[in-house]
C-alpha cells in the first residue's frame, strides 16, 4: 500500500514527463514536420489541409506518447528507482526537442537566431 506522499510524487513526476511530451511534440516537432513539408514540397492550395491533418495526427502521436509515459513509470524495469525512470524519461524528452529543433535551426528556418 502506498501512501499520500508516494502517490502526490508519482503524479508530479508523471505529470511533468506529460506535459515535457506534449510541448515536445504539438510544438516543437509540429513546427519541424510543418516546416519540412513547406521546405520540400510546394503545398500550394492545399496548406490549410496538410497543416489540419499534420495536426490530427500529431495528437494521436501524443496522445500514445503521454499513455507510453504513464506505462513505462508505472511498469519500468524494478531494479530502477522512480527517480532514475523520471530523470531518463526528461532525457528522453529534451533529446527528442533538441533534435526537432535542430532540424529547423540547421537549414535556418524559422527558430534560427
Known amino acids: 500500500m502506498e501512501t499520500v506522499r508516494e502517490r502526490l ?4 513526476m508523471e505529470w511533468s514527463l506529460i506535459l515535457g511530451w506534449l510541448a515536445t511534440i504539438l510544438l516543437i516537432w509540429r513546427q519541424t514536420i510543418f516546416y519540412l513539408l ?3 514540397f510546394d503545398l500550394g492550395d492545399t496548406y490549410d489541409l496538410v497543416f489540419t491533418l499534420m495536426i490530427f495526427l500529431l495528437m494521436i ?7 507510453a509515459t504513464g506505462f513505462w513509470l508505472k511498469r519500468g524495469p524494478r531494479a530502477h528507482p522512480l527517480l532514475r525512470r523520471w530523470a531518463q524519461g526528461w532525457a528522453w524528452v529534451g533529446l527528442s526537442a533538441l533534435l526537432g529543433y535542430l532540424i529547423i535551426v540547421i537549414p535556418g528556418g524559422v527558430f534560427a537566431p
Not at 9 to 12: R, S
Not at 61 to 67: E, H, K, L, M, Y
Request: hydrophobic share 65%; no cysteine.
Open 38 to 40: 513547406v521546405y520540400l
Open 9 to 12: 510524487t508519482f503524479l508530479g
Open 61 to 67: 502521436v501524443a496522445g500514445v506518447a503521454v499513455t
